[in-house]
């Protein structure tokens, strides 16, 4: 089942955005590699599922996205790669998770500020 966002773990604690240090280019890059695998409608429409369906295998989230089992396994492949999934094997089957709730929490945050800017852009269009 789906958990909602106040039933996910919390985010590990971390200093407020206002009291870090003025990104360096390094961390600036691996920022920014992050929002690119995260930059891809695919991509978000499965960790979406992910959420939406708790722990999922493959041909599950294939099912739900609407794709081929390869392409959402090449998807996967990247963002496990990148430590934002993490496997596990059942049987034949590799069910797939979330590793950090801070992922899931930037999409409900994503969508809230897609939703907003589109509100504020309709109202001040009109």
Known sequence: MAKSLLQLPACPPKAPLT????????????????????????????????????????????EAVGMKPQAVSNQLRRLVDLGILSTRRHGTHIHYSIVDPCVTKLMYHGLCLNEETHTHAHVTAS
Do not use: I, K, N, W
């Open 19 to 62: 009291e870090r240090p003025l990104l360096g280019v390094a961390m600036a890059s691996e920022l920014a590699q992050v929002f690119e695998v995260l930059a891809s409608d695919t991509r978000l429409r499965l960790l979406h599922a992910l959420v939406l369906l708790g722990d999922p295998c493959m041909s599950d989230l294939a």
